[in-house]
């Protein structure tokens, strides 16, 4: 098509049924070649019947409907079907898949009747073509979903060992640290004129395979992800005391647990354990919404519970934390915070910027996904 052709050309055209009024009176519509549209109204405002027409799906009751310079409401239903298959790409509100074929056979349908439709693929097959976008979808999910994990933090800070490692097992809950860090460091730095807000992260025992996270309201005011995000009660409140818990989405929806229900803790993180801190079981007080994060998989309690369930009377003089994540008021002092962290006399404490830190953990997923890409293209 040319580009100072026109897309699409309507002229008086008029759609109704028997007995009712006009569904579409359009005295003159155009659009250009090489350009975009969106389409917008009301419910029952004839969005769906005027693609039908301009497709060639449904003729109008009068007018005339040119489709690159093609009459289309002149065409036999033949020829229109033709046309559209060679021309205009639709997507169905409903499936409509013929229930007697195969997935495959069901994709295979439209290169039966177009034989054009097939020279257009990147691979020799709709199979190996599907499989090249199904791979697509996963890596565009995938990355989409890690890299929307955590946001809005500019600092995640931790005992000295990896930027990876760090990352890991202080936001996705993956592993552990190799040494923790004293809270005296977090209320340092907690008081910095550079610092806007921080979150202790206290990584503890588990719930049948789950993580438990100790932590504090401030988890709740200032974690973000996918983009600035908050989150939100699906029910209850936050932490009302040492022996409340909240669960993540998953953990309430998989386990079939609902407020005020009693569980308890093991030391460990595995799925099955031997040993149960039964003399402390927690409540539920809350349950998350739904983030599509490693949130929906943790259990939240408070940093005293931690201390309580590994029989040491809370003392935040005293303890210890995993790590910390940290908000500066400024981005400006973002390189200088971290450069006076990770020179800390005090403690061997390390700093990562997020997003340098998922860059790197995203480039070994990448490597990984190519001989994932590999795999899938290989099999008959």
Do not use: C
């Not at 519509?29 to 969005?47: C, D, V």
Request: glycine share 8%; proline share 4%.
């Amino acid at each position: 098509m040319e580009s100072n052709q026109l897309a699409i050309q309507i002229r008086d055209l008029r759609v109704s049924y028997t007995g009712t009024e006009d569904i579409l009176n359009i005295k003159e519509w155009t659009i250009p070649s090489r350009t975009k549209h969106f389409l917008y109204g009301a419910s029952g405002s004839g969005k769906s019947t005027l693609l039908s027409v301009v497709s060639g799906i449904l003729s109008p009751s009068s007018g005339e409907v040119f489709i690159g310079g093609t009459q289309l409401n002149k065409l036999k239903s033949s020829e229109r079907d033709r046309f559209r298959g060679e021309n205009i790409g639709y997507i169905f509100q409903q499936f409509n898949l013929i229930p007697y074929l195969s997935v495959w056979d069901n994709i295979n349908l439209p290169m039966v009747w177009n034989k054009d439709r097939k020279k257009r693929l990147r691979y020799p097959s709709a199979k190996e073509e599907i499989r090249y976008l199904a791979i697509q979808l996963i890596q565009t999910g995938l990355k989409s979903s890690f890299t929307g994990t955590i946001s809005k933090t500019d600092l995640i800070v931790g005992a000295r060992s990896g930027s990876t490692q760090l990352l890991l097992y202080s936001v996705f809950h993956i592993g552990n640290p190799t040494q923790n860090i004293s809270y005296s460091v977090f209320k340092k730095y907690e008081s910095h004129p550079s610092v806007s807000w921080m979150i202790p992260i206290s990584l503890g025992d588990s719930h049948k395979g789950y993580r438990v996270v100790g932590t504090d309201e401030r988890f709740f005011q200032h974690y973000k992800f996918r983009g600035g995000k908050s989150l939100s009660m699906q029910s209850g409140k936050w932490l009302k005391n040492n022996f409340g818990v909240v669960l993540g989405a998953d953990i309430a929806e998989k386990l079939g647990y609902n407020l005020e229900d009693e569980i308890t803790l093991s030391p460990g993180i595995s799925q099955m354990s031997f040993q149960e801190h039964k003399e402390n079981p927690f409540r539920i007080t809350g349950i998350l919404n739904k983030t599509f994060t490693p949130v929906d998989r943790s259990l939240y309690v408070s940093l005293d519970a931690i201390d309580i369930m590994h029989d040491v009377k809370p003392n935040p003089k005293s303890r210890q934390i995993t790590a910390f994540l940290l908000g500066s008021r400024s981005k400006l002092q973002i390189l200088n915070l971290q450069r006076e962290i990770n020179t800390s006399k005090e403690e061997p404490l390390q700093a990562v910027l997020p997003l340098i830190a998922l860059s790197d953990i995203w480039t070994i997923v990448e490597n990984l996904e190519l001989v994932f890409t590999f795999h899938i293209l290989s099999q008959g």
